[in-house]
């Protein structure tokens, strides 16, 4: 009766983060995409609350994750390498690491409420049996530990392999397929489907639920299914996000048919900026500086909605600096939850600003690796050391910021800029062009705010275990648990660890 | 009768053209701009139509606006130049030229047709008596021939006056302030009053009426009244668009209380896009490409938002190919007004876009000076001359395209593609970043077409007279018409033309 009662009358309330790979902020017609093809995320934007200065903590998939899930940064969670300075790290095949069992994921917490979690898609806190996601919070999963990438040839690299639940079920390109030339695929279809099923049977059960869809259709290569092909302004990356979109309004109508709308916050939002590297077959990061990769606003500032019917005010836009990492404390706030006091949390909680509209002071820091690259506060932001990528990549091709050149800025060496900070008011430059003069009132008043700031943090950081260190063609997803019953396991070279090589 | 009936019945609408000055596609919230400061105008776009590929006939004030009024490019209607190859011009004080009587402004049809016609704020087709609004179409004028640059000294250079009717009735900084330090002035609130002021004597007369509303607030020296100074999360120039957006309200307001709003059919757009020479002074030009005096998409792309009610439907996206040369026709047709046969007109009736949602194909010409310098063609732009602004300039401080650099494409010289263009896809590719290979099926199968319709342009172009070629500061703004009357003519100098010196 308790649950039945709490879930009926919306003390405990469902959630529902539905979070994009490598989409950009201006993807989204609502954040001024100008072919406005996404008219079902438009609309939840216009029903609920548009956050136009939410952030991810880190400008690369697997340590904006695993932020997300436990409220804090890589740098205290471990999602990141002390193999070089201020690197970008992730999950790929050969990673040793993964999720910590010491850290906390707020689905854990959930779970022993009474909350029953899954999550679709994408997980990418690492691969290894010990990471798996029912290991870590998570009572249900359909997706890949993995990106899609591929196709290999399952003898130097397995092909990524796709679970349901503890087991795989199959591999991408062997039993999930990715038309490499046309990008036909159904997954977003599955995926989608998979999250129609899910809400339903939750409603039908009467427990409380979260959902975390964490789909890839964006993420390089870029896919889309046949109904969808061919249909957007903006090429294949655009009939990628019509299904998208599409798939939102799926969802949100799950919802309201199933009658648990008005008891569900659902969370839009991208684990980082628009992949330049793409070139005209990645997202648009508006009219910000770069994109995924750097912690230009580019790379860090997300498409964010939140929409709760008849708790969230409709068309409501929120300057809040806000980060994935509130989730974890707003989420176990609005579930009447209490936070875990033995560790830092870095998110906050932002039910006040979600419910009330209101606006709390904080501030937003950019990470590259180990490496705090950059402080935003109020109106301005502090860049402590600047990157793109190296001259070497450069010249292979790779190119974080392609076609921006802001001297002094983009640098294409790591450029400290610690004993004078470049200074920007992400206000009135969009674009992280024009630095605020060191000598003038403006630059010596703003900085001494974020200089408090920083010290602030620096004194209170002790850096997790780095998990990105280490390598490894031996871990790949050679046996993935259920390979034996399918009959699919492959034969794993014998364990020869290295030092990851991180180039950016 | 005839003129109550049929303004009463909608048989006869009054048409309003708010035009900004160096606002930038960017620069309205529904465009995307992240602080959404624009609620009026957002609120105007969900009444409306929003255009999303938009653009003016020129990326600088005075050809554009020639080129809105005329119907015709500049190259067409004299304004440009000749004096060098593909530089822009405009009508600074010392100009000679301005609108030549031959030209037809559609104000002059409407006219004729028993409109009555307002222009308030800036003029800009030549500041000498023989140019004057009330020369050329319209009735009454509140407003300055050129730009509020100053102040000056009025003995190199004198003032801009400012004019009621066929009579100055002041001068800017002298009469009407501008505080160079703070941006106050009261201006936007003088145009404003006398907008909804015409309104509602047109609303009384029952006269159908054209409202030329081309203010100023947002072209350097960028100014807000007191009441919005200090209140943007982008500075100065925000304070600026908050003005705007708050004024445009109070012209819905009021064609409201008068009860002609289903008459009249409104269209807010900019004459070309935000100076990026304004660094973080100037606008935004959203996701797009440099910005004024450039033939990039954001020199020219403009906020655009068409809005008639009980005519044009609510919540629509248009995706036309549109021109502010289009406002010809278009006006024309609604007015049931016959087009002149006797001179190529550019703009196409763009009715049935609006009233019934039709998409219809034609080619945008991107210009400058004396050149043309792209062409888009459904989703692709040919781009046959690449320039920003020379070296000489760039050392100086002037760039267009301030923090971006496209290789080969943002050039500073003036590049010749012709042989073989730059083809961009600006739907997938909206920075112009990723010129599609020449080698590609798509390249020819778009050039193919793209060629065509260019040759077909270029043969039937007859250049009209160039207005933009002497320079004499003879004829600057000494004695304005009524100056006498106010005791307040200036000492001339004698004339002593010279060719403009025209460096981008
Ligand atoms: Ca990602
Ligand atoms: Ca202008």
């Known amino acids: 009766l308790g649950t039945f009662q709490s879930s009926a009358c919306g003390s405990t309330p469902n959630f529902i983060i539905m979070l994009m790979d490598d989409m950009g902020w ?34 690369l998939c697997s340590p904006s994750r695993a932020a997300l899930l436990t409220g804090r940064l890589p740098i205290r969670n471990g999602f990141y390498t002390t193999n070089a300075h201020a690197r970008n790290g992730y999950t790929p095949q050969e990673i040793v690491g993964g999720i910590a069992d010491e850290e906390i994921l707020f689905p854990e ?3 022993k409420a009474g909350y029953r979690n899954k999550i679709i898609g994408k997980w990418h806190l690492g691969h290894r049996p010990q990471f798996h996601p029912l290991k870590h919070g998570f009572d249900e999963w359909f997706g890949a530990p993995n990106c899609h990438f591929g196709p290999y040839d399952n ?5 990524i392999p796709v679970y349901n639940g503890m087991d795989m079920v199959g591999r991408y390109y062997e039993d999930f397929q990715i038309h ?4 036909e695929s159904n997954l977003t279809q599955i995926f989608t489907q998979q999250a129609v099923d899910f809400i339903e049977r939750q409603a039908q059960s009467q427990k409380p639920f979260f959902l975390y869809w964490a789909i890839d259709a964006t993420h390089g290569p870029v896919y889309a299914s046949k109904p969808f092909l061919g249909t957007s302004r903006r090429g294949l990356y655009g009939d990628a996000v019509k299904e998208l979109d599409s798939a939102v309004g799926q969802i949100l109508d799950a ?19 628009g992949a330049m590297v793409s070139k005209d077959k990645g997202g648009s990061n508006g009219p910000f500086l770069c994109g995924k990769q750097t912690t230009f606003e580019g790379g860090m500032r997300e498409p964010t909605i939140a929409w ?32 875990p006091r033995d560790r830092a949390i870095d998110g906050i909680d932002l039910s006040d600003t979600l419910l009330n509209g209101k606006n709390i002071d904080r501030p937003i820091f950019y990470y590259r690796g180990n490496e705090m690259m950059a402080v935003r506060l109020g ?7 600047t990157w793109t990528n190296g001259l070497q990549e450069l010249r292979q091709g790779i190119d974080f910021c392609r076609g921006e050149n802001v001297i002094n800025v983009t640098t294409h060496d790591q450029r400290n800029h610690t004993s004078q900070p470049l200074l920007f008011h992400v206000g009135r430059d969009l674009g992280e062009r024009y630095p605020i003069s060191p000598d003038s009132i403006e630059y010596h008043s703003a900085m001494k705010k974020i200089s408090k700031v920083v010290r602030d943090h620096k004194t209170n950081l002790t850096p997790g275990q780095p998990q990105l260190n280490w390598c490894d063609t031996g871990v790949m997803n050679w046996k993935p648990i259920g390979c034996e019953k399918l009959g699919r396991c492959l034969p794993a070279p014998s364990s020869n660890p290295y030092k990851c090589v991180w180039m950016h």
Do not use: C
Not at 32 to 44: C, I, R
Not at 180 to 183: C, N, P, S
Not at 310 to 338: C, E, N
Not at 379 to 385: I, S
């Open 308 to 339: 709760w019917p008849k708790h969230i005010k409709p068309r409501q836009v929120s300057y809040q600096l806000g980060s994935l990492m509130d989730m974890f404390p707003t989420l176990l706030s609005l579930a009447d939850i209490t936070l």
């Open 180 to 183: 490499r030339e046309t990008g």
């Open 26 to 59: 201006g993807d989204l017609g609502v954040f001024g995409e100008p072919s406005k093809e996404t008219p079902n995320l438009d609309n939840m934007a216009a029903e609920g609350m548009l956050l136009t200065d939410f952030y991810s903590a880190n400008p």
């Open 155 to 159: 003898k130097q690299r397995p092909n």
């Open 379 to 385: 109106m301005y932001k502090a860049h402590y050391w």
């Open 109 to 111: 917490l959930l779970q």
């Open 255 to 273: 919802l309201k048919t199933h009658k648990v709308d008005d008891n569900t916050l659902v969370v839009f939002s991208s684990d980082n900026g």
